[in-house]
């Protein structure tokens, strides 16, 4: 087995740890917080963004820094496993829903949070604010698919052989 070969193979296993992980929290996220505050717009939004530090703590978990942590390992094992055809098309199928996700993320839901996570709503008019919290539930199941499929493509690859492990 190459050094190519032992480096992809840990950035599989990373990758699927930070990916299950991000998996995880999204279905939490989704099941539990998001009801909390898009139960009963604008007032719920106004409630739970004025009076928690969840501004602070969901960015410790899916906050650009976690997104380039989950992201560039993975471009980094596409380019390892390019010679390798099924490892490239899963990889590369997986990159290429990572990197929409975060340009969506960052392009249209950030935009989003900023009214309804940091202003608390800003004061708009209550239709506006409950139109808001609507169209972020969809992006946000949007964005998941998009990672779901990642991560369903990172366990395809993970789960494709390797030579044998001589001398690992």
Not at 75 to 103: D, N, Q, S, Y
Not at 140 to 152: E, K, M, P, Q, Y
């Amino acid at each position: 087995m190459t050094t190519r070969d032992r480096i992809l193979i840990v950035l599989l296993w990373y990758l699927v740890f930070a990916w299950g992980s991000w998996f995880g929290g999204t279905v939490y996220q989704m099941l539990v917080v998001v009801p909390l505050w898009s139960a009963a717009p604008p007032d719920s939004v106004v409630a739970f963004f004025q009076g928690t530090d969840y501004n602070r703590t969901i960015f410790h978990f899916f906050g650009p820094p976690f997104m380039a942590a989950r992201v560039l390992p993975a471009i980094v094992a596409l380019a390892l496993a390019w010679h390798r055809p099924k490892h490239r098309f899963a990889l590369g199928t997986a990159v290429v829903c990572m990197i929409a996700a975060v340009v969506f993320t960052l392009a249209y839901v950030y935009p989003i949070n900023e009214v309804l996570f940091q202003q608390a709503g800003g004061g708009r008019p209550p239709a506006e604010i409950a139109n808001m919290v609507d169209t972020w539930v969809l992006a946000d199941r949007v964005r998941f698919v998009v990672g779901a499929t990642a991560f369903v493509m990172l366990l395809r690859a993970f789960r494709l052989p390797l030579p044998p492990r001589y001398g690992w």
